[in-house]
């Protein structure tokens, strides 16, 4: 056997090997997934800066406006 | 002979085995699920701070975890450390290799990291006593570009690399102490999960996959994607990843139900996905292009729900703080913006 049919084996052995482990792993349901995914997006809304819009008082980026005197 | 014919036969029948492991929990789809769940209202970011200073293309960002300094890679050949608010330079630290790919902020905030075509990542200190800033640590193991780094610890960093593995460093002794190898591609990018345990990579094979970061195992394999994966981070929670590709999507990949969920895609969009990040409670996903936008979509109803235009080239990067605060974008056109 040439030395590269030897390594050809092995790495093939180790695929193999790896397809079992990740082929074992346990699954949940997808509605379960899907419905936890929903959930944390929903609970945590309100604390999501990006989607809630960030008042111009509380933003770190956006130094308040001087009065302008008129 | 036989044997290996034997052993492709088993490889075949496996991955059969997982693809109907995978339809068998699939009792209803994330779209059933959130069908009765109204799509987010348009999304309108503004630029707040434009950072000026590299002066070539920024290939990398990375939010230190204060939600206020950040660092940005440029092939200009610096690393330069930025108080976002005020847009100051805290630090601007020239390269020894100008060829950079990634950047990474410590947790911790004493060290950032930097890699690219010279194969190293160099760790630098940002705490030194007499105020210079100095590499402290050169990793070289890797023989391929490193593509992307991610600090665990001031003592641990993981990288990703060209060469198609993973590795976890030990930063004090310059050693690997875990090669995290499968992938059959370049690998582009790396993300660590919110608990630290696991990470996950995205590779120019196509696919994802989640390691066990102590006992280097890879877990689960994710494929659908028909191009390089290019950007990849965890959802918020930890049990769910999403991807960008050169294929023009961004998926959504489910861990506990070790499948995917869902895929954003237009047909409008036609080119690479560069970057990509979510909001803080996962419900927006901000993905950057090749063509010089970034799209937001919403993450459940899979609809675009609005664009930052902002940059004249290829947004390359891209970042939300730790507080949710604001997203940071960092392009070929040399400059960052930050947006809320």
Redesign the interface.
Known sequence: MSNNSASGLVSLQKSVKQLRNEAGIRRIKVSQAAADLKTFCLQNAHKDPLLMGVPSSDNPFRPPKSCALF | MG??EQ??K??ES??D??TA??K???????Q???AG?AV?GR?Q?KI??TLRGHLAKIYALHWGTDS?LCVSASQDGKLIVWD??TTNKVHAIPLKSSWVMTCSYAPSGNMVACGGLDNMCSIYNLKGKDGNVKVMHELAAHTGYLSCCRFLNDNEIITSSGDCTCVLWDIETGSQKTVFA?HLGDCMSLAVAPDFNTFISGACDYTAKLWDIRDG?????FGGHESDINAIGF???G??VITGSDDASCKLY?L????E?ITYQDSSIMCGVTSIAP??????I?AGYDDFNCNIWD??KAERVGVLSGHDNRVSCIG?TP?????CTGSWDSFLK?W?
């Open positions: 044997e290996m052993l492709r088993e490889a496996l991955k085995e997982i492991a995978r068998a929990v699939q009792d209803l789809t994330l059933d699920h959130v769940t987010v999304v970011l707040r701070k206020k976002s608010c499968g195992q890879c877990r689960q394999t959802f918020p929670n049990n769910a489910d506990r139900s070790d499948q969920l909001s803080f409670s996962g419900r927006l901000l993450s459940l939300v507080d949710g605060m604001a997203c930050i809320n």
